[in-house]
């Protein structure tokens, strides 16, 4: 059945690894019956993970979205990976919801990822809830993650549901808005007396007194004159407070053991914004444009998630905005200003798909087979074309090269990673212009490895990965001048070709070529030749073959016959020259720096400076970025960067991100030269020289 968008609440469910999103999000469905067994993420049986690689790994590596239908309203849960190398999932998810779900674990409380998930919430303006997973555990500290979270989020952070460890070592909740207890017999409430909690108890009430009292001037005056407040009156401060902001509620539970999950479904739903409340700024001819969730205005939908299915073809996930999307939608893709052609609208659940007449204004549905739309495009009705932005991605910047398995397969690698690129757009693949090697980048070393598995899987194709070749140069350091004679006698015409050239060290990268011949040695129409022969030599560089920079090479002087000199032999005679005269011109190798900016808490930019000059590198200054993390900026060897990624989010524990970039080329020092050397011989590098 179709939902109005009042009864549809849109969550991007989000947390650290293994702090039981996906587990929360099977709950929820099963409670809701819609599903006959509560499935397992240890059994590879959930509904959210279902891809080969999640069962194989049991983690999420996707986001996916699963439509919890309860007593009137539709819960659309987006669970999102909380692996850091899958980031990806929760910067696409949300873009299609209203509010964020964060899950943090009752045994190891306030996590990296859970700080992630409440500053992502407040980048993008959602509001926020907190469900303490776990909570009937042994060691599960609730009054501890309590303290924990008000110092990493600050004030907004609110009790609303508390587990009590019961005389018999049962856990009970109490419900601090009707201050009422419950506890869970096979998944059924059973309300209990107010188990004492002693001072802690006035403590709660007084402190969500507070918090509600804040939101609104009339309840601010009763909290004052020390009146207490009604049920409703709680309720209905805290959602005007969540939906402002100004509030996160905390609630808790067990999913595996189905405890607390009423409460928690009750809240999403009082507590949370509805999808008629979401609003999109979108931008037309260059003016922004409101965007609001009314079924009968002009169709605007938003694409959040791409998945390239070999037997489907492509899947489409679709938030509509506004109007509403059908299989005959007149639709136009704001981006490419092209019309798309639909194919039909789908409900999606994990991986079952449904057929569905419409997707309504506020929900979320998806459509199979669109040409065109990749992630992050707007479908608009053409009366009112709008663009919406598309998702922030974090920064891939883990690079390895691409070594194709099979021989023959190098055509189909490019096309497959492009359809692999649909899906998840955090990989990048560039060749490299200077090595000639395919280079895929993405969040991580599991980032990748997902990748190279879905490759075989999906696609057929099999690749491996080395790490990329570093493009060094050659240079020289004094001026040095050389002969180079070509001369062949063979029947007929011979060759003859006869230069005499200086070579010298100039500023730059390029190479220039000048002449200063005297009275026609060397006749004019030969120069280009000459010219010609000296860039090709230059091509490659006499320590290790790697192309030559910032040298000056000036024809001096030479001789020439009438008959046997050719452009060809003119050609030969200049790299006969560049061979003889290099070696004694003080050939040196260069090696690229990059400009690195590492993103980092400030208590680990100690650490950071230290590792740079371990590199090799030099740090150029700090200053704070608008995260509230520190940025060091540094310049270091490309060289020394390959596994920066990996030190990077150990050191940070995942918090830190950097960006690097080439900046310009330096003399490798001269202790590391014949590793390089070395190197070159393997890689082949004189192979390709006359």
Not at 158 to 177: E, K, M, Q
Not at 196 to 219: C, K, N, P, V, Y
């Amino acid at each position: 059945m179709g939902y109005a968008s009042k009864d549809i609440r849109n969550i991007l469910v989000a947390g650290h690894a293994g702090c039981g999103k996906t587990t929360l999000t099977e709950a929820l469905l099963y409670m809701s019956g819609a599903s006959e067994r509560m499935g397992r993420v240890e059994d590879g049986t959930t509904a959210s993970d279902f891809d080969p690689e999640e069962i194989r790994r049991k983690a999420s590596l996707n986001s996916s979205v699963v439509p919890v239908e309860y007593e009137g309203i539709k819960y659309n849960l987006i669970d999102a990976p909380g692996l850091f190398d899958f980031e990806t999932g929760a910067a696409e998810g949300i873009m299609a919801a209203e509010s964020v779900l964060i899950c943090v674990s009752g045994r190891s409380g306030v996590t990296v990822g859970a700080e992630k998930a409440y500053q992502l919430a407040l980048k993008n303006n959602k509001a926020r809830m907190i469900f303490v997973t776990k909570a009937d555990l042994e060691n599960a500290d609730y009054f501890k993650i309590l303290e924990q979270m008000k110092i990493k989020f600050g004030p907004s952070v609110c009790p609303c549901v508390v587990p009590v460890r019961l005389d018999d070592g049962t856990v009970a909740y109490i419900n601090l808005f009707s201050q009422k207890a419950f506890k869970y017999e096979g998944g059924k409430q059973v309300q209990i007396d107010l188990p004492d909690i002693g001072h802690r108890f006035e403590g709660l009430i007084q402190a969500m007194s507070e918090a509600i009292a804040e939101t609104d001037e009339a309840l601010m005056e009763k909290f004052f004159e020390g009146e207490a407040f009604t049920t409703e009156e709680i309720v209905q401060g805290m959602a005007s407070g969540v939906r402002s902001g100004q509030i996160t509620p905390v609630f808790c539970g067990s999913a595996v053991n189905a405890q607390a999950l009423d409460m928690l479904l009750y809240n999403m739903n009082v507590l949370l914004p509805g999808a008629d409340t979401a609003s999109a700024v979108g931008e037309s001819g260059g003016e922004p444009v409101e965007i609001t969730a009314d079924p009968a205005a002009p169709l605007c939908a938003y694409v959040f998630k791409t998945v390239a299915d070999p037997f489907v073809g492509k899947l489409s996930f679709i938030k509509v905005l506004s109007g509403r999307l059908t299989a005959t939608s007149n639709a136009v893709n704001a981006r490419t200003g092209q019309p798309e052609r639909l194919g039909k609208t789908l409900t999606v659940c994990g991986k079952k798909q449904t057929d569905t007449p419409e997707i309504a204004a506020g929900d979320i549905g998806a459509v199979a087979k669109l040409a065109t739309a990749k992630t992050g495009d707007t479908l608009c009705d053409p009366a009112r074309v709008v663009a919406l932005p598309a998702p922030v991605y974090p920064i891939s910047s883990y690079r390895m090269a691409v070594k194709v398995a099979k021989k023959g397969d190098e055509g189909k690698v490019g096309s497959a990673l492009a359809r692999l690129i649909e899906e998840d757009p955090a990989i990048r693949f560039v060749v490299d212009p200077e090595t000639k090697q395919q280079i895929i980048s993405g969040l991580g070393t599991q980032h990748l490895e997902v990748a190279l598995a879905k490759l075989k899987n999906k696609f057929g194709v099999e690749i491996t990965l080395e790490n990329p070749r570093v493009p060094y140069r050659e240079s020289i350091r004094k001026s040095c001048k050389a002969q180079g004679r070509h001369k062949k006698q063979t029947g007929g015409h011979g060759q003859f070709g006869d230069v005499w050239i200086q070579f010298e060290p100039i500023e730059g990268e390029g190479i220039e070529f000048a002449e200063n011949v005297f009275g026609g040695s060397v006749p004019k129409n030969f120069f280009p030749a000459v010219e010609k022969g000296v860039r090709q030599a230059a091509e490659h560089g006499v320590l290790a073959g790697y192309p030559m920079v910032g040298m000056k090479a000036t024809l001096l002087d030479g001789s020439y016959h009438p008959v046997d000199s050719s452009e060809m032999a003119f050609i030969m005679a200049a790299k006969l020259a560049y061979k003889a005269a290099i070696p004694e011109a003080g050939p040196v190798l260069l090696e690229p720096i990059g400009a690195l900016k590492a993103h980092v808490p400030a208590d680990n930019t100690g650490d950071i400076m230290g590792e740079v000059t371990k590199r090799r590198g030099r740090v150029l200054g700090m200053n704070p970025d608008d995260d509230g993390l520190q940025v060091v900026e540094a310049e270091v060897p490309v060289a020394e960067m390959q596994d920066f990624t990996t030190f990077l989010r150990q050191l940070t524990q995942g918090r830190g991100y950097f960006t690097f970039e080439f900046v310009r080329y330096e003399t490798l020092p001269q202790m590391l030269e014949n590793k390089v050397i070395e190197q070159a011989k393997a890689l082949g590098n004189f192979a390709d020289e006359d």
